[in-house]
C-alpha cells in the first residue's frame, strides 16, 4: 500500500480565498483523521470520522472549516474564507481498529500559507 | 481529561551517546501512551505504545520506553544515537473512554552532534 496520501503537498494562497485538501487513507481504514501543526498550539484534533461517519468535530476551529469524506478513500477539509491564521502544516491519519489503541498512519501533510 | 507534558524543546547528543526524552501525562488510570517521531517534512511514524502489562516496552529503530505510574512518566530511550535519528518525538496519550482522540505533548526537537 502507498499509505495515507495527501495533495497538494504544498498551497500557497491568498487570504479570503478558499482552500480544499484531499486525503486518500489507507485501504481497508476505517478511521480517518484531520490534524493541524503550528508552531504555537502544536499538534491538534480536528475531526476524525468512522465509516464515512463524523464521529467528532469539536476540534474544527470555526465555521470556516468544513470536512467531509464521500466514500472511504477520499476525504477534503475545505477552508472558506482562508485567513494567514490558518497558515499550518495539516496531517490527515487513517487507522484499523475502533478505539485509541491502534496505530495511527499519518500522510506527508499539506503545508498552507495564507498570505 | 487527560493531558501530556514533554518539558523539553530541544535536546542535543552526541553520535553513539545514549538518549532520553521525558515525558509527563495526567490521568487518573492507566492511559494508553504512545511515542511517534516526525522526520523533517515527514508525517509521524509510531515508535512504541504502551496499554497494559510489562512497563518496558520495545518500538522500533532501537527505541524504548519505561511506564513509571509512581512518577506519571513514559520516557523513551535509545543506548546509542545515530545521526538519522535527528527529528522531532511526539508523546501522546488516550484513555479507554476517549474513544478514537489521542492528546498529543509539543514534542521534543532531536539534534544530533557530529
Known amino acids: 500500500d502507498a499509505g495515507v496520501i495527501q495533495s497538494p503537498r504544498h498551497e500557497v494562497t491568498e487570504m479570503g480565498q478558499e482552500v480544499t485538501l484531499r486525503c486518500k487513507p489507507i485501504?481497508?481504514?476505517?478511521?480517518l483523521f484531520w490534524y493541524r501543526q503550528t508552531m504555537m498550539r502544536g499538534l491538534e484534533l480536528l475531526i476524525y470520522?468512522?465509516?464515512?461517519?463524523?464521529?467528532?468535530d469539536s476540534g474544527m476551529p470555526e465555521d470556516r472549516f468544513s470536512a467531509k469524506m464521500p466514500n472511504a478513500s477520499f476525504s477534503t477539509l475545505k477552508i472558506q474564507p482562508s485567513e494567514p491564521r490558518d497558515s499550518a502544516v495539516y496531517f490527515c491519519a487513517s487507522s484499523f481498529l475502533a478505539g485509541v489503541s491502534d496505530e495511527q498512519f499519518f500522510g506527508p501533510g499539506t503545508r498552507l500559507t495564507v498570505l | 481529561a487527560q493531558s501530556v507534558t514533554q518539558p523539553d524543546i530541544h535536546i542535543t547528543v552526541s553520535e553513539g551517546a545514549s538518549l532520553e526524552l521525558r515525558c509527563n501525562y495526567s490521568y487518573g488510570a492507566t492511559p494508553y501512551l504512545f511515542w511517534y517521531v516526525q522526520s523533517p517534512g515527514q508525517g509521524l511514524q509510531l515508535l512504541l505504545k504502551y496499554f497494559s502489562g510489562d512497563t518496558l516496552v520495545q518500538g522500533i529503530k532501537g527505541f524504548e520506553a519505561e511506564f513509571k505510574r509512581s512518577q506519571s512518566s513514559f520516557n523513551l530511550r535509545k543506548p546509542s544515537v545515530h545521526w538519522s535519528d535527528a527529528a522531532e518525538y511526539f508523546c501522546a496519550v488516550g484513555t479507554p473512554s476517549s474513544a478514537s482522540k489521542i492528546i498529543f505533548g509539543s514534542g521534543t526537537r532531536l539534534s544530533i552532534r557530529p
Open positions: 485501504s481497508g481504514h476505517d478511521y
Open positions: 470520522f468512522n465509516n464515512n461517519v463524523p464521529i467528532d
